[in-house]
């Protein structure tokens, strides 16, 4: 095992030699959490801080979290939350103890930090409302899950498949549903500093797109794309809203191409909007029927563990 827990709450990240980590285990004071690097790059070494641990996991990032899983599942039960944060994400200690807090307080078993309106993002309704406090939505996505223990557990055999996107889509309707309390955090934003896909070659993306897994992993469970959509809210003052209170409210999203850098801003908020107002939460629930089947196929087989020397890619 990696060491003791010093905290109930665990970030882990995938760093490489730019990794934005260092700056949020500041201030120390704040610090209400432990950190886990699990470097892709020798230039990414160890930080001599009490609380944080290192290992050196080479290859694409879902299958180093999946290696993570397997070789380090007994250090990661030392912990009542764990938060997978990619990284290029830009926050700091408090805003991340702040994050643990809150998803604790409120129960939640999913969740995740909205973006800054300067960040790069693939969904506007990710991105900060600056009305709300937070919202109970359907999707959580893979740059900032945070997960209650039991919660990845449940999820963790998604990783197994060898896909490096879209796991996140299938992984709400993984969990049972009294187990779907999931959010998005707009009290407390990060910033995702660099373009959505900058690596992709590094995660094995050449000569094909994202959407190869999404549509693989989307086809293997049976179901379609779904969309991002809050069932409810709670606003700065603390008044509950329904689906029609946040889609009015995400009209202060129509701001955010001005301060973003990501591309097709505006057709991104529109369509946020348009699904707030007129969809509902989809979930798959055959999901979870098709991912026992795959496990309980998986364990009449040796399974060999993805050890560091042998995962998939490089980055």
């Known amino acids: 095992m990696l060491g003791k827990a010093t905290s109930r709450f ?8 730019k990794s934005l980590h260092a700056q949020w285990l500041a201030p120390a004071e704040a610090r209400r959490f432990d950190l886990l690097v699990a470097s892709y790059d020798p230039a990414s070494g160890p930080i001599d801080v ?10 694409s990032k879902v299958q180093g979290w999946k290696a993570v899983l397997d070789q380090h599942g007994d250090f990661l039960t030392q912990y009542d ?10 926050t700091d200690a408090d805003s991340l103890s702040r994050l643990f807090e809150l998803g604790r307080d409120n129960g939640l078993t999913l969740f995740q930090p909205a973006l800054t309106w300067d960040s790069h993002f693939t969904y506007a309704g990710t991105v900060r409302n600056p009305l709300l406090r937070y919202r109970n939505v359907n999707y959580i996505e893979m740059m900032a899950p945070f997960f209650a223990i039991r919660a990845l557990e449940k999820v963790a055999p998604l990783f197994d498949y060898g896909w490096e996107s879209g796991i996140d889509l299938i992984w709400g ?21 660099r373009p959505v896909g900058a690596l992709k070659e590094a995660n094995g993306f050449v000569g094909r797109g994202y959407e190869s897994d999404i549509e693989a992993s989307l086809d293997h469970f049976g179901m379609s794309w779904p969309s991002l959509v ?19 409210r995400a009209l202060v999203l129509l ?3 001005f301060t973003s850098p990501t591309p097709r801003g505006w057709r991104r ?5 348009r699904h707030q107002a007129t969809r509902r939460p989809p979930y798959a629930e055959g999901v979870r029927q098709i991912l026992a089947q795959d496990v309980s196929g998986l364990s009449h087989h040796d399974r060999s563990v993805t050890g560091p020397e042998e995962a998939p890619g490089s980055r």
């Open 10 to 17: 665990l970030v882990v990240t995938r760093a490489g030699r």
């Open 50 to 59: 009490p609380g944080t641990f290192h290992c050196y996991i080479p290859g």
């Open 81 to 90: 939350y764990v938060a997978l944060i990619d990284d290029d994400i830009a």
């Open 173 to 193: 309707s993984a969990l049972d549903p009294e187990e779907r309390r999931f959010a998005i955090i707009d009290a407390v934003p990060i910033k995702h500093t």
């Open 230 to 248: 809050a069932s409810s809210a709670v606003t700065k003052s603390g008044k509950r809203v329904g689906p029609l209170g946040i889609a009015w």
């Open 255 to 257: 701001a955010v191409p």
């Open 269 to 273: 908020v529109f369509d946020h909007i």
